[in-house]
């Protein structure tokens, strides 16, 4: 998700906790991404990865409100 170059106009879309997407999904999306994950580590829960891949879109298309 870090190495995925961002763009004004994207959607993210996030899969459940225990399986992701449906198939369905996935056959219709332009990309996939994935969050890499340690030997042994079950899954991340879905907000804290949604926001991981929002903060890392809005850092990249300068997103973040301006103070």
Same mark, same amino acid.
């Given at each position: 998700?870090?190495?995925?170059?961002?763009?004004?106009g994207?959607?993210?879309?996030?899969?459940r906790?225990?399986? =992701?997407a449906?198939?369905?999904v996935?056959?219709?999306?332009?990309?996939?991404?994935?969050?890499p +994950?340690?030997?042994?580590?079950?899954?991340?829960?879905?907000?804290?990865?949604?926001? +991981?891949?929002? =903060?890392?879109?809005?850092?990249?298309?300068?997103?973040f409100?301006?103070?």
């Amino acid at each position: 998700y870090h190495a995925f170059d961002y763009r004004h106009g994207d959607i993210l879309l996030l899969g459940r906790e225990s399986s =992701g997407a449906p198939q369905a999904v996935h056959d219709v999306a332009d990309t996939r991404l994935t969050i890499p +994950m340690a030997d042994g580590m079950r899954s991340l829960n879905v907000a804290i990865s949604a926001g +991981m891949v929002l =903060g890392e879109a809005l850092r990249q298309t300068d997103g973040f409100p301006k103070p």
